[in-house]
């Protein structure tokens, strides 16, 4: 399978984190890619994520959003759904892709309970009237597709 590298960038186009992932499966918008978390553990409700845990991420080039679904490194039992808002993502490379965080995300644990994050780094952005509801549709969108996952 093919590797890509993803950048996150800020919402000024910065890059703030870049990692590799293995590629599981392709379509004509989207991606899914594996890749283990490398950072300190992360409390999250309901679970903690940990370094070592594998992440099956989907990154779309339609969509407003991605989502990493969380799986723990010792056993593999399903932690949750991480759900970053975000524009859609682009190819910068054949085998580099990149989106931009738009701060807001959506924790959806392995019980379906959902949590949005960051509400008020998502203010400090002082986004524009027309990107912000954007980007509230997205969460609407994002809310209902994971209540049939979760």
Not at 75 to 80: I, P, S
Not at 83 to 96: G, K, S, Y
Not at 102 to 116: E, F, I, Y
């Amino acid at each position: 399978m093919d590797t890509i590298n993803v950048l996150k960038r800020n919402a000024r186009g910065e890059v703030t984190m870049q990692y590799a992932g293995r590629v599981l499966e392709r379509g004509a918008d989207f991606v899914r890619m594996e890749a283990r978390f490398n950072h300190a553990d992360v409390p999250m409700p309901g679970a903690v994520l940990k370094r070592g845990d594998r992440f099956v991420e989907t990154y779309f080039t339609a969509r407003w959003y991605n989502i990493f679904e969380i799986h723990d490194r010792d056993d593999e039992h399903l932690k949750g759904w991480y759900c970053n808002l975000a524009r859609p993502a682009v190819w910068d490379a054949p085998d580099t892709l990149s989106y931009v965080d738009l701060a807001l995300d959506l924790w959806v644990a392995a019980d379906g309970t959902q949590t949005v994050l960051d509400e008020d780094e998502f203010e400090a952005l002082g986004l524009d009237e027309i990107l912000t509801a954007q980007v509230m549709s997205a969460l609407d969108e994002l809310r209902r597709r994971m209540k049939d996952e979760g």
